[in-house]
């Protein structure tokens, strides 16, 4: 099996339950076993600009915050946006994309941006991944609601986004309604265009988020996402402690269950 990125957001898509405020110490813990089980990555958390109530620092994401944990030299560091709080009466404001993410990579203890959107809003957002590949950051378009689009919209999609300076394309089934057959149709629409690194985020509302997941690997995908114990928005995500299992057998290698 082809090396796959594997990249863990309990923090990120846990956060929902406790508006993101979890404590240092149980951060540092969480990124030293992150790094035991061989995870490429961590998505720590948002950078939001709406601060309506109180929300903890996973929400934010800032660099000091960033700054003052213990992150392990071979864990990356993965923040999500939101492509709608970037866009102001219908158009695309780069000068807010700039207030989230103000260093270029080499400053910065962020190594990958994600960006959440909708299809509709896709095209407007292009600028968004050249500006994120000109300050070197590994960026990926996370598709919403996968499993809502027919394969004419997937094979749009993947042309608009073949064109941008995106390395990632993840396709998210924020609903949870695929099943291994709707990820495979998903997975061939999608490359008619692109052929550039795919990833999937799944969700466990008809308990398939592992073998939609695995099914994706099957199907060639480059990251797969997964959260502690599934720890996420409604049922929640793939389970990181079944995911490796099911990776490190494919692989014939070992971790320290």
Request: net charge negative; glycine share 6%.
């Amino acid at each position: 099996m082809k090396p796959i990125k594997h990249l863990d957001c309990s923090l990120r898509d846990g956060g929902y339950y406790n508006n993101w405020d979890f404590k240092d110490d149980l951060i540092n813990q969480y990124l030293k076993v992150l790094d035991s089980i061989n995870i490429d990555f961590c998505e720590i958390g948002f950078r939001f600009f709406n601060n309506k109530g109180f929300k903890g620092s996973c929400a934010f994401s800032t660099e000091e915050f960033l700054s003052s944990l213990i992150i392990p030299k071979n864990l990356k560091i993965a923040i999500m946006i939101n492509a709608n709080e970037l866009i102001e009466e219908g158009d695309l404001t780069l000068n807010k994309l700039k207030k989230l993410i103000p260093l270029k990579s080499i400053y910065s203890k962020v190594d990958m941006v994600r960006v959440a959107c909708h299809s509709e809003v896709i095209e407007k957002i292009l600028p968004v991944f050249d500006f994120l590949k000109d300050y070197g950051y590994i960026s990926a378009c996370n598709i919403t609601q996968i499993s809502d689009k027919t394969n004419e919209n997937l094979v749009d999609l993947s042309y608009l986004l073949a064109s941008s300076k995106v390395d990632v394309l993840y396709f998210a089934d924020s609903l949870g309604s695929a099943s291994p057959s709707s990820i495979e149709r998903i997975v061939k629409a999608l490359r008619t265009n692109w052929s550039g690194q795919l990833g999937i985020h799944a969700h466990d509302n008809r308990g398939l988020a592992l073998s939609n997941t695995i099914k994706a690997i099957e199907c060639g995908v480059d990251w797969v996402d997964s959260t502690i114990t599934g720890i996420g928005r409604g049922p929640g995500n793939a389970k990181t402690e079944e995911l490796i299992i099911e990776k490190n057998e494919k692989n014939s290698s070992s971790i320290n269950l």
